[in-house]
């Protein structure tokens, strides 16, 4: 609400007066300040998987887990902008401490990275190239590799089970997952959609659908635009929105 942002995962950027030097920048133009899962939402709500659902949570999972939320029609960044924030959502309570303090979170099983870490530290090996990331562990997944494959199933189940308990509390009907990871297909999706079973029991999440984005690495841009269009038209409800130009 400030206008600075403090992304978990990069420490130097702590408190960052983001929107104040953007607007020193372009001479003192109003700007608006979104997060790259509430952009998505933005993206896909227009453009891509959740059009047409009132009622929807999008993913981003990369480097990190973020997401964004669309309730009763309209996009729902919340007092500050973070609603949605799906990747802090503990879902492991004897997990594993998480950069943003909190412990089992579902980013720390299912981010890139970690997936990747956790795929090594239980036997897999990359291939000649040396590659580690969660791009090649899909890949070795794909060739039939045990580990991979398991490591695709946990992190599968990590956000399983916040999109149901986002289900639970908000009740929306669908869960549109982006971002690097959801490349690789049907080694993240077919275990995300059966562990999803085990999770939204109730009646009325029982319905839940995911599926992949549509809008792909342009995701952000296009909700950025989607939510400056919305901020200027006065439909956005963005924290602070119009004071001092909106952040």
């Known amino acids: 609400a400030r206008g600075t942002v403090s992304p978990v995962n990069v420490p130097g950027w702590r408190d960052y007066p983001l929107v104040e030097r953007v607007r020193r920048a372009t001479g003192g133009r109003p700007v608006i300040l979104v997060g790259d899962g509430v952009a998505m939402t933005a993206a896909e709500h227009w453009l891509g998987a959740a059009r047409g ?40 309570l004897d ?21 990747a870490r956790r795929a090594l530290e239980n036997g897999w090996r990359p291939g000649p190239d040396g590659d580690v990331s969660a791009a090649a562990v899909a890949a070795a997944a794909r060739a039939g590799d045990p580990v991979a494959t398991a490591s695709f199933e946990r992190a599968a189940r990590a956000l399983a089970a916040g999109i149901a308990a986002t289900a639970a509390l908000v009740e929306i009907d669908i869960a549109v997952v982006g971002g690097g990871v959801a490349g690789a297909g049907e080694v993240l999706f077919a275990p995300l959609r059966r ?42 409800a963005g924290a602070n929105a119009g004071a001092g130009g909106g952040t």
């Open 195 to 236: 562990s999803l079973r085990d999770y939204a029991t109730l009646s009325f999440v029982r319905n839940l659908t995911v599926v992949p984005a549509v809008t792909g690495t342009d995701a952000g841009l296009l909700g950025a635009a989607a939510a400056a269009h919305a901020w200027r038209e006065g439909a956005y």
């Open 95 to 115: 997990g594993e401490p998480c950069a943003c303090g909190g412990r089992g979170c579902v980013e720390r099983l299912a981010s890139g990275p970690h997936l």
């Open 53 to 92: 659902h009132d009622n929807a949570l999008c993913l981003v999972v990369s480097t990190g887990v973020g997401g964004g939320l669309v309730l009763d029609g309209r996009l729902h960044p919340g007092p500050t902008g973070n609603a949605g924030h799906i990747g802090h959502i503990a879902v492991d």
